[in-house]
């Protein structure tokens, strides 16, 4: 079974700045995909990026991106130039490939505070 | 486009009490799945299904069940409630072609429960 962390329960920025948010995961699979969803107060499940295994190119959305090491299973997400409306829970999720169903493993978030 | 659709946004139940939770999507997606999130914690898998008339478990499928008798709906009953299952209840939908290039699921608003 796949698993996810992210280590950082809860971090701040200043408006402006940038934010580094961590995620590792574990798994045998060589066909998946990685995803950062934000939840904001309003408790919906916003996609903010994705990232294809087999893609060695970093995924970039505007101010968001990603630093994907496959080799140590990293999957961190930066927002650069953060907002006040960043401020959310991230959660990161993996989906495996090879499988039918398309089933999300969901880490346990992590409550960003963008600070003015 | 309404997209996914979940209905009611909240409720509460009497432990024994028993209840639906609708889901119903527009965008003409095969695959819907139920997710639940507990306070301070990402999302669990509890039932998808990949087509109308095909269902199978998730992670804790235990008190639930569903059935899909159509593509756009998506029923998760609940028979006998119980405090455990408190929880903010996700459905969400994506379409699959089966040919390895799974696409990101869209999520409903989600339904607050709440068993005393």
């Known amino acids: 079974a796949q698993t996810v962390t992210q280590s950082q329960p809860e971090m701040s920025v200043q408006e402006a700045e940038t934010v580094t948010l961590s995620c590792t995961y574990d798994?045998?699979?060589?066909?998946?995909?990685l995803f950062w969803y934000k939840q904001p107060p309003s408790r919906q499940m916003i996609l903010v990026i994705r990232q294809e295994a087999y893609k060695q190119q970093n995924a970039t959305e505007n101010r968001f991106s990603v630093n994907f090491q496959k080799a140590a299973k990293s999957f961190s997400l930066k927002i650069s130039d953060s907002q006040l409306g960043d401020t959310a829970m991230y959660f990161c999720?993996?989906?495996?490939?090879?499988?039918?169903?398309?089933?999300?493993?969901f880490g346990e978030g992590t409550q960003l505070t963008v600070n003015p | 486009n309404a997209g996914v659709t979940q209905t009611p946004k909240f409720r509460i139940l009497k432990i024994g009490q028993s209840m639906t939770l609708q889901c119903t999507q527009d965008m003409n997606h095969n695959y819907m799945y139920w997710y639940r999130q507990d306070p301070g914690m990402g999302l669990k898998l509890i039932y998808y299904?990949?087509?109308?008339?095909?269902?199978d478990k998730g992670e804790v499928p235990n008190g639930y069940n569903v059935s899909r008798s159509t593509t756009e709906d998506f029923p998760l009953r609940l028979e006998l409630a119980a405090p455990s299952q408190t929880s903010v209840y996700f459905c969400?939908?994506?379409?699959?072609?089966?040919?390895?290039?799974?696409?990101?699921?869209?999520f409903g608003d989600g339904t607050r429960l709440s068993i005393l």
């Open positions: 299904s990949v087509g109308a008339g095909i269902t």
């Open positions: 969400a939908s994506s379409y699959e072609t089966g040919e390895g290039l799974n696409q990101p699921q869209h």
């Open positions: 798994t045998s699979e060589n066909n998946y995909y």
């Open positions: 999720a993996f989906m495996n490939g090879e499988t039918s169903g398309s089933r999300l493993t």
